[in-house]
């Protein structure tokens, strides 16, 4: 028998299953619900908590963005490390920014996959 998520909300007001995907978590293995984002994240789901995951990730990983970010807000794959292409398009906040004069290798090609 698959495991149960438990059907509580976070911080966010967001059920934890969703949370989980929104912010890049691993599931419980094979959960028959979620095998993939895709299949379970609508467009409203990540508008309706796109602020929160940002704030959560940012604050975790600066310099990248969760699969979900990538997906309903970019939907390509890009052959350039995710700091860079959010450098070009300046879309990193200026902690961010300060945060890539240190680390200049966030800025070296890589492949991201959604």
Known sequence: MAPKLKRTRNRHDC??????????D??????PEYNSF??????HDWQQHKAEVLSYWIERYPG??????????IVV????????????????TDTEKAWLDGHKEALEPEKVEV
């Open 38 to 43: 895709q299949e379970f994240v609508s467009l």
């Open 64 to 73: 990248t963005r969760p699969k979900t970010w990538w997906f309903f807000e």
């Open 15 to 24: 059920p934890l299953g969703l949370w989980q995907l929104l912010i890049d």
């Open 77 to 92: 794959n890009r052959p350039e490390k995710q700091a860079a292409y959010l450098l070009r398009h300046d879309l990193l």
């Open 26 to 31: 691993p599931l419980p293995e094979g959960h």
